[in-house]
């Protein structure tokens, strides 16, 4: 009993000597306006279009023998869905350390684009490591706020959010549509619930023709513009803008566009009523 007893202590000494296996762990993550800048606050927003720098660290790795380490690693940026937002990146981190570097931490980074059409919400990175000499692996999140335009979703192709604004650069639509012969008139809307094809593939287009109150056709366009585009992220909405040039003469009263909407690959159409004055 005596016996087992002192190995049983021997054995208890040696564990507790033991030195502590390492964890691989992704640290000091980071999100600044430039590269390895200056850390952005947590409740931060970037803008649609806006471009934002991603940094991490790797510890806990394993050594060969000769000091080398050899650590893999993903990076992706995705919306609230998992939904990538661009293309990721897959990288290795191989290198020789010296005695100066016991502490040295591999680093990360990674450019993220936010895309032009994009609602607000919470966005991630996330980052998957392996070290491949330790054959263990590590995974994180790291959500960044982005601040974008939240265009109602549909089931059927429709406009939404029909502006008239007084200037091209105005950013404030008229309360009331009023304009004077000589003016320009300015209109922006969006198109919702388009078909999605293969590779986020869309292709709309639309017309317009502007009534005068009897009925009579003041103007017409039957393809005022058109998208046909595959993007990368897949876009929800569309913008649209109109542009006219009210005649010096024309006539003053209560005019009507009619803008008409096409779906070219789900075989959608829509209309939207919209009424302004000459005065």
């Not at 304009?179 to 593939?201: C, H, S, T």
């Not at 056709?217 to 913008?239: G, I, L």
């Not at 909407?261 to 919209?274: A, I, Y």
């Amino acid at each position: 009993m005596k016996i087992l007893a002192a190995a049983a202590v021997a054995a208890q000494m040696m564990l507790l000597g033991a030195p502590a296996e390492k964890n691989l762990v992704i640290v000091q993550t980071a999100f600044s306006q430039s590269e390895d800048g200056p850390a952005i606050a947590h409740d931060d927003q970037f803008q649609p279009g806006e471009t934002l720098f991603f940094r991490c660290q790797v510890q806990g790795y394993k050594k060969s023998e000769k000091d080398e380490i050899n650590i893999t690693y993903q990076v992706q940026a995705t919306d609230s869905h998992d939904v990538p937002l661009l293309l990721g990146e897959n990288g290795v981190v191989k290198s020789v350390l010296s005695p100066e570097d016991k502490n040295w931490m591999p680093k990360i980074r990674y450019t993220v684009i936010v895309p032009s059409l994009v609602d607000s919400g919470e966005y991630q990175v996330v980052v998957k490591v392996k070290d491949e000499l330790g054959g263990t692996s590590a995974e994180t999140r790291a959500v960044f706020l982005v601040k974008g335009r939240d265009v109602a979703p549909s089931d059927t192709l429709v406009v939404r959010n029909f502006r008239f604004f007084r200037g091209e650069s105005d950013n404030q639509p008229l309360r009331v549509a009023a304009y004077r012969p000589g003016d320009q008139l300015w209109a922006r809307f969006d198109m919702v619930g388009y078909k999605i094809g293969e590779k986020n593939l869309f292709d709309i287009e639309y017309g317009l023709v502007v009534y005068r109150a009897d009925g009579s056709v003041a103007y017409s366009q039957e393809q005022a513009a058109s998208a046909k585009e595959a993007p990368f992220y897949p876009q929800h909405y569309q913008p649209g803008e109109l542009n006219l040039n009210m005649p010096k003469d024309i006539a003053t009263g209560e005019y009507t566009i009619v803008l008409t909407v096409r779906d070219n690959l789900g075989q959608q159409r829509c209309e939207t009523r919209e009424n302004f004055s000459i005065e």
